[in-house]
């Protein structure tokens, strides 16, 4: 299945969904009245009829308008809650959990966290603090049909799960981390980490200012230093205390590639290939073959000296900070004077420099293959961007494409966009593994059904509370999937794809006191690695009134990986 070149005919085609546009009387007036020139077409900008396009999507748009205005209520107060939890987190731990902490106040010497230091963790490295990679000679291999075995299967996912949590941590943390403590297990020599701070213009009281809406952190690593094999590339999910993630991860809006498919218009944003305050800026970046890379290498000394090339080599004892903000601005002419692609929108978007520097590093390492990851939302980036790789024709960089491995990931976009990428990532063997928890809430987000726009696509490896491996049924027929699967139990998909089922709700709340039950015992049952903190107990005591945000918890997806793809290993041979 290929990409057939946009012709002058091609339509841009979008629904953006704006829940600042009206108040709670235009809301149901949309819900009960006919679009059109009314209450709804306030909330929906579009490049169709209104009404022939949202008819049966309504009551879901309704859901999401309701939903993103609560957020949007509660955001401020969220991040501030965030930030003192994190500090009194950290506070607690650098000084030797509450009992040093008293003893050194009585001292006088209580040491005082540092935001941005290399041992500020945040609030998702306090949820689970395991940094130990899976016990697995896996990356000493030299032999690949041992590597893409049943153990190298479960040591890559160890490694892309514990790399989607680590993303969520500052560079210094990030560096310390892969020096310090990965390299027992593997040598990953080389990191680079990327922070994209995508600002976008607004006018507020007729003057104009930058407002800050979101932030899209990647960090990229090789296991060896020289002729490296494999290449690692995690972005990072949704922030717990951070409302626009959690906004996007309930945004209906979506964007239609031509001869693609529609994509959900949040996670392109993220991706810094868009901005909905102005369509056209998606059509600019998502046409086929996209912005040259070679173009894109002539900025590459004018974005260094902006601070936005932050490549760094640990063993060079490079001191420097490798996150950068990329600033918005009226740049409109690159430094040759060329126009450049989007004056409006950053110098370098984090879908670019994850891709410049990519191609840099598959030329450096002749025999490398590269695998992307993520948690959350971090998973959904991971896997649109080789969605955009094959939109862009890097055929060359995506037959080194080794895998893409998600946790916890939402829908990224409808059933024609899954059939492209299925015939592209999960053929002749399949390299898309989409890893779902139980009850989980965000693999259920956007919504879908029979008729709703967002469908999952890919191998969808579901774990249940028991950590009980059961792989799709689709996915299992259609790729005929490696031999471990073959005793494992068949699903369709996550079952209770859309989470508010009536039917599902009183289980879920007696899952949920299950957990909190298994959280003080696991430590018992599988051992001293498996045993939960006080931070991660009290989300289970959360999880009994939101159970579908508990079992999103990165806890859940790294045992599952460790026990449930261990058992189901086990019961292969």
Excluded at 103 to 128: M, Q, W
């Amino acid at each position: 299945m290929g990409i057939e070149e946009r012709n002058g005919e091609d339509q841009m085609r979008y629904l953006i969904v704006r829940p600042e546009k009206g108040g709670i009387r235009d809301l149901f007036r949309f819900l009960v009245v006919a679009l059109g020139k009314g209450a709804g077409a306030k909330f929906l900008e579009s490049s169709e009829e209104l009404g022939a396009m949202t008819g049966d999507h309504r009551w879901v748009i309704v859901v999401s308008i309701i939903v993103r205005k609560i957020i949007a209520v509660v955001g401020k107060p969220m991040e501030w809650t965030g930030y003192f939890l994190e500090f009194l987190l950290n506070l607690v731990s650098d000084n030797g959990d509450l009992p040093g902490l008293f003893y050194n106040l009585l001292l006088g010497k209580v040491v005082i966290p540092r935001r941005n230091s290399e041992t500020f963790i945040s609030a998702i490295g306090h949820l689970d603090g395991r940094v130990d990679l899976y016990k697995d000679d896996y990356f000493l291999r030299d032999n690949e049909e041992e590597k893409n075995g049943d153990s190298g299967l479960l040591a890559l996912m160890d490694l892309c799960m514990m790399a989607s949590k680590l993303a969520y941590e500052n560079a210094k943390v990030v560096r310390n981390i892969v020096d310090v403590l990965f390299l027992l297990n593997i040598h990953l020599e080389w990191t680079s980490i990327l922070e994209n701070q995508r600002q976008f213009p607004g006018m507020v009281k007729g003057f104009v200012r930058i407002i800050l809406e979101r932030s899209t952190q990647v960090f990229i690593l090789c296991d060896k230093p020289k002729d490296a094999d494999l290449i690692l590339i995690s972005f990072r999910g949704t922030e717990p205390f951070d409302a626009d993630d959690w906004s996007t991860d309930f945004d209906y809006s979506w964007y239609e590639i031509p001869k693609l498919g529609k994509v959900h218009m949040g996670f392109l944003e993220a991706l810094g290939l868009g901005n909905r305050a102005e369509a056209t800026t998606f059509q600019n970046h998502l046409q086929v073959g996209g912005y040259p890379l070679k173009d894109m290498k002539q900025y590459s000394e004018f974005t260094s000296s902006n601070g936005l090339d932050v490549t760094a080599h640990p063993s060079e004892g490079s001191g420097s900070d490798t996150c950068f903000d990329t600033k918005c601005g009226d740049h409109s002419e690159g430094p040759s004077g060329e126009k450049k692609l989007l004056p409006d929108m950053v110098e370098m978007t984090a879908y670019y420099a994850v891709r410049i520097k990519l191609k840099s590093l598959l030329d450096e390492h002749k025999n490398a293959k590269f695998v992307v990851t993520g948690h959350s939302l971090g998973g959904a980036l991971a896997i649109l961007f080789p969605t955009v790789l094959l939109l862009h024709e890097e055929k060359e960089m995506m037959q080194r494409l080794m895998g893409v491995y998600t946790f916890g990931q939402p829908r990224v976009g409808n059933r024609q966009l899954g059939r492209f990428m299925e015939a592209h990532v999960n053929h002749p063997v399949p390299k898309y593994f989409r890893v779902v928890y139980c009850n989980d809430l965000v693999p259920r987000l956007p919504y879908d059904d029979r008729t709703f726009l967002y469908k999952h696509f890919g191998l969808c490896l579901y774990y249940n509370s028991c950590y009980i491996e059961q792989v799709s049924i689709h996915a299992f027929c259609v790729h005929v999937a490696r031999k471990s699967y073959d005793s494992t139990e068949k699903v369709e998909e996550e079952p209770n794809r859309n989470y508010f089922g009536i039917l599902y709700l009183i289980p879920e709340y007696l899952n949920a006191a299950w957990e909190l039950v298994r959280s003080l015992t696991m430590g018992y049952t599988h051992g001293p690695e498996y045993k939960e903190g006080w931070f991660s107990i009290l989300l289970r005591v959360v999880g009994l009134v939101l159970p579908g945000i508990s079992a999103h918890s990165p806890t859940n997806y790294i045992n599952s990986v460790r026990l449930g793809r261990e058992q189901a290993q086990l019961s292969s041979n």
